[in-house]
């Protein structure tokens, strides 16, 4: 079993973190971007920015791993739909 050194490890984690970035870019332009940087990436709901419940999803770099974390807005843009009769 092959144990990468550390530099290839770190590698992959920002490979990983990019690639979970690119998930998250079609929305840069419905969303504002409040964290970008080599530690993270956060979208929030604009004019909610700071709030708890204006974060919408973001990524984490860490020393040993890479999170991603996102919530579910698809019912706020079900209400939307809704109460305009479409």
Do not use: C, W
């Not at 770099?61 to 706020?76: I, Q």
């Amino acid at each position: 079993m092959n144990t990468p050194v550390a530099g290839d490890a770190a590698h992959d984690l920002a490979t990983a973190e990019r690639r979970l970035r690119q998930i998250l870019e079609p929305y840069r332009g419905q969303l504002e971007v409040t964290k970008e940087g080599p530690g993270g990436f956060a979208l929030e709901i604009p004019g909610l920015a700071g709030k708890p419940f204006g974060y919408v999803a973001g990524t984490r770099l860490g020393k040993r791993y890479v999170s991603h974390s996102r919530k579910e807005v698809a019912l706020a843009h079900r209400a939307e739909v809704g109460s305009s009769g479409q």
